[in-house]
């Protein structure tokens, strides 16, 4: 069974950090474009970032540009999102997605995680 399993969101106070992790079972990550998304209560879900199979092409959003860095280990077959300086407005579930287009819109992807809960609040 192909599954996408993401880890590592949390409770956090303003201007904190966090690390999510994304990780595959059933296939191999490494061959395929990852991306992260999020959605908050009321709100559309948002692409954050993506990365390609190699990891040397990267895309983030202007909202988190400078904040939050995608990177990948393909040894470990693993994907993370590296989150900064984390605001209020970042709370939302964090989705990882893999797909073979390196794109903020979420229809390329062709399997997507269950999610994890980032909230970030004082």
């Known amino acids: 069974q192909w599954q996408l399993v993401e880890s590592g969101g949390d409770l956090v106070q303003p201007g904190g950090s966090l690390r999510l992790s994304c990780a595959a079972s059933g296939f191999t990550l490494d061959t395929y474009v990852v991306g992260w998304f999020r959605q908050a209560p009321g709100r559309e879900r948002e692409g954050v970032a993506c990365?390609?199979?190699?990891?040397?092409?990267?895309l983030h959003a202007d909202s988190v540009k400078g904040r939050f860095t995608i990177s990948r280990d393909n040894a470990k077959k693993t994907v993370a999102l590296q989150m900064n300086s984390l605001k209020p407005d970042d709370t939302g579930v964090y989705y990882c997605?893999?797909?073979?287009?390196?794109?903020?819109?979420?229809?390329?992807?062709?399997?997507w995680g269950q999610g994890t809960q980032v909230t970030v609040s004082s």
């Open positions: 997605a893999a797909g073979y287009t390196c794109t903020l819109g979420s229809h390329v992807y062709d399997y």
């Open positions: 990365i390609s199979n190699s990891g040397r092409r990267t």
